[in-house]
């Protein structure tokens, strides 16, 4: 084989290249990054022991009575004794100086309650406890991103050893050559074979992915 076979034969090589090229060449489609979204919702709970206040007086302001006229006309009960005058009297004294404990509980929807328990005493708010027990909501949204690998064109060197089985070391030859991938997955070679006795070969190849739905 001459170097004018060897042209020829790479020559119609490269054109039947370029036709599968125009006829099965899929588009090229840049690989996407992978988004995973999580989302994961956790309760943590929070109560406490009663926890007790000090009320603090701000400011007393004297509202003036109002005074209603009524057709009705209270009289004094002359009748009345002077012990039952001052048990009613007693009875009012009682009454203003009694601690009176007050409790309330406000529910917050779905997330717990706060309890309130208040003391009255001489028409004034003179304790205050609360409690509570919440459940709070966290919502933790974890994103992976997982990024294609950066494509990069590469560079095979390739070598072999080929024989002759009835003859193996008198049919011995080699082949070698270089490979070369490009950042699509297209690949071209070029090797040559050294046969002794025989003549040399020179090959250009050309590789396509061809791929369809």
């Known amino acids: ?8 034969g790479a020559l119609l090589l490269v054109i039947v290249v370029l036709l599968l090229y125009i006829i099965f060449t899929p588009k090229y489609a840049a690989p996407q990054s ?7 919702t956790m309760f943590q709970k ?10 603090i007086l701000i400011s007393s ?7 209603i006229e009524r057709e009705t006309i209270y009289k004094l009960d002359t009748t009345a004794t002077k012990a039952f005058i001052q ?5 009012l004294l009682d009454a203003f ?9 406000l529910h917050i929807g779905s997330m717990g309650y706060i309890a309130l328990n208040d003391t009255v005493q001489k028409n004034m708010l003179t304790g205050r406890s ?3 027990d919440l459940k709070f909501k966290t919502i933790t949204k974890t994103v992976t ?5 950066d494509l990069r064109n590469k560079l095979y060197f390739y070598g072999g050893v080929e024989g002759n089985r009835i003859d193996p070391l008198k049919g011995l030859g080699v082949r070698t050559g270089l490979l070369f991938q490009n950042k699509k997955d297209r690949m071209v070679s070029l090797g040559i074979s050294f046969w002794p006795g025989h003549n040399n070969q020179l090959d250009l190849n050309y590789y396509q992915k061809i791929s369809w739905r």
């Open 130 to 132: 609360f409690m509570y």
């Open 46 to 55: 929070a109560s406490s022991a009663p926890v007790s206040s000090q009320p």
């Open 97 to 105: 100086l009694a601690q009176n404990r007050i409790s309330d509980t």
């Open 61 to 67: 302001k004297q509202t003036p009575a109002t005074i």
């Open 87 to 91: 048990a009613q009297y007693a009875k």
């Open 145 to 149: 991103v997982t990024n294609p690998p």
């Open 34 to 40: 992978v988004v995973i979204t999580l989302d994961s």
């Open 1 to 8: 084989m001459n170097l004018k076979d060897i042209a020829i």
